[in-house]
């Protein structure tokens, strides 16, 4: 009998502390941290802007008169030119990470498989089925980019076409309806689509790294796998929610407790280094603005350093858990596994049960 979503933590947590803490070694945390956050294992949480009020006033605000860009001396084209420029190396830039963490995701399964983190040869090894990888990445980014373009303009086009808009106060029950409706819609579609992603990365990589196949072709075997046994997916999926919002909260809390410490003494630091500067008879000069930016640059890479560090155990945890949950119904996956090191948990030369 396979093992379950539930049992597959045990094998997980076991896993991670052989891998991190026996025995324990900076390099390998480093390299892991690097490598996971590269590839994408721990998305960052989206800032809650819901507190940040734009200050209103009730009373008339005079009108301003702006000055144009040419009445600066600014050249309206030069402006618009180094925007575009701007928006093509932001595409670029993230084309290229997208490509990066495409090759690290597969760097980070051997890691876990293997139990040792080697960046260089990984990257050899696996830039061929990484590059496979990116372009489905891709080519599904834009498919989706253009299904949610579809979801939210055919409504706005109903409306439209209908005269909704034209006296919309007349139409506020039918509005509301395609907008309620509309939501609806476009967040199940984006649930959708992150599952795919999670399912991809999870049980589609594993195939890719052990038999070299592509991608649609693990799908294929994948969905084949999931009719079989729906209930074990469905419920590793829902742990893996309940997980993730566990390790969010538990790096949230983590993060803070460093971020007082170290940035309660650094402004205590900085406010004792100004006040003694200035009874020195020091002023704020090119030279020593330079200074204190680069302490605060030198601050915040130790800060992020600390940070991701904190995060390598969970960089570890998921990837192990997902690799023992389908490595019970994934017979290739198994024998990758024994291979590199018997399971944790379990006698050398036994199998994880199936």
Not at 79 to 90: E, K, S, W
Not at 217 to 228: F, H, I, N, P
Not at 263 to 274: E, N, T
Request: one cysteine or more; aromatic letters at 12%; a positive charge.
């Amino acid at each position: 009998m396979a093992i379950s979503a539930v049992d597959s933590i045990t094998l997980a947590i076991e896993h991670t502390k052989q891998q991190l803490f026996q025995p324990f070694r900076i390099g390998q945390w480093t390299k892991l941290a690097f490598v996971g956050l590269l590839a994408g294992e721990l998305g960052a949480n989206g800032c809650n802007r819901s507190n940040f009020n734009v200050p209103r006033h009730t009373a008339a605000v005079p009108h301003m008169a702006w000055p144009s860009l040419g009445s600066l001396g600014i050249n309206p084209a030069l402006v618009v030119f180094l925007i575009a420029v701007a928006v093509i190396a932001a595409l670029a830039i993230g084309i290229i990470m997208m490509f990066i963490s495409s090759v690290m995701r597969f760097i980070l399964f051997d890691s876990i498989v293997a139990r040792e983190c080697h960046i260089r040869q990984g990257w050899n090894r696996r830039l061929g089925p990484g590059s496979r990888y990116f372009v489905w990445k891709l080519l599904y980014i834009l498919l989706t980019g253009a299904l949610i373009i579809g979801l939210v303009g055919l409504p706005l086009a109903f409306a439209f076409s209908a005269g909704l808009f034209r006296e919309p106060k007349e139409h506020i029950p039918a509005l509301a309806l395609i907008a309620v409706f509309s939501f609806l819609v476009l967040f199940a579609f984006l649930i959708a689509t992150a599952v795919v992603l999670v399912l991809t990365k999870d049980f589609v990589i594993p195939q890719m790294a052990v038999e070299d196949v592509g991608v649609m072709e693990g799908w294929r075997r994948l969905w084949a796998m999931m009719k079989a046994d729906k209930g074990a997916y469905a419920g590793y999926i829902g742990m893996k929610i309940v997980l993730a919002i566990v390790a969010a909260a538990l790096i949230g809390i983590a993060t803070l407790i460093l971020g007082l410490i170290l940035v309660v003494p650094s402004v205590a630091f900085g406010l004792l280094a100004v006040l003694t500067g200035k009874a020195a008879g020091l002023a704020w000069t090119p030279a020593t603005i330079a200074l204190a930016v680069t302490i605060g640059l030198v601050l915040l890479a130790v800060f992020l350093y600390l940070v991701s560090l904190l995060a390598v155990p969970f960089i570890v945890f998921f990837p192990a858990y997902s690799i023992y949950f389908f490595a019970a119904r994934y017979p290739q996956l198994n024998a990758a596994l024994q291979t590199a090191r018997p399971a944790p948990g379990f006698p050398s030369g036994a199998t994880v049960p199936l």
